[in-house]
T-cell receptor, first 117, second 112 residues
């Protein structure tokens, strides 16, 4: 596609429910990032994939958060047993550059806004 | 731990004025400093970026000034326009890796 596509754009979950957020990166982009953006804050790094390999998951806040990119393209961020503090916009970004390659521009999707009641 | 500190949190500038946003960092391993612009309901988009081997970079009305010794950098928007109203994030990247660390953001409002 022309840009990074994320779905759903909006998700309301009851506390304790599991949610899955999807990211479809720009075709051919090697790198894929997930960021969490709380209201009025900057994006916070969650995890990074180079193709299908998850090379950095240091930003995942708890073991309730899980991400995968099994075929090196589409990625899913799963949050189990959602809590109110998980309410945020989850941003996906992709880049042509590999993890240790030359600096590549990040292209962001519009995000998935999660509200946990 | 906030690795990139940004100020002010919000800024109101009259049309035609200069908008200035400041950032500071501690990690000397940072080697790339981008600025992102975010409109409501959209993802951040790269605006302009600089490496620490230059002190200034200009693209149109947007200029980054970089002070390596002070570990500070700033974004100047000349002749600010209402269409520039958005949230601006400074960011930094560690040498050799793609992970970008963002500041907390500055909400800019340009009034006619």
């Amino acid at each position: 596609g022309a840009g990074v596509s994320q779905s759903p754009r909006y998700k309301v979950a009851k506390r304790g429910q599991d949610v899955a957020l999807r990211c479809d990166p720009i075709s051919g982009h090697v790198s894929l990032f997930w960021y969490q953006q709380a209201l009025g804050q900057g994006p916070e790094f969650l995890t990074y994939f180079q193709n299908e390999a998850q090379l950095d998951k240091s930003g995942l806040p708890s073991d309730r958060f899980f991400a995968e990119r099994p075929e090196g393209s589409v990625s899913t961020l799963k949050i189990q047993r959602t809590q109110q503090e998980d309410s945020a916009v989850y941003l996906c970004a992709s880049s042509q550059a590999g993890w240790t390659g030359p600096t590549g521009e990040l292209f962001f999707g519009e995000g998935s806004r999660l509200t946990v009641l | 731990q906030q690795q990139v500190k940004q100020s002010p949190q919000s800024l109101i500038v009259q049309k035609g004025g200069i908008s200035i946003i400041n950032c500071a960092y501690e990690n000397t391993a940072f080697d790339y400093f981008p600025w992102y612009q975010q409109f409501p309901g959209k993802g951040p988009a790269l605006l302009i970026a600089i490496r620490p081997d230059v002190s200034e970079k200009k693209e149109g009305r947007f200029t980054i000034s970089f002070n390596k010794s002070a570990k500070q950098f700033s974004l100047h928007i000349m002749d600010s326009q209402p269409g520039d109203s958005a949230t601006y994030f400074c960011a930094a990247k560690v040498r050799g890796y793609q992970k970008v660390t963002f500041g907390t953001g500055t909400k800019l409002q340009v009034i006619p």
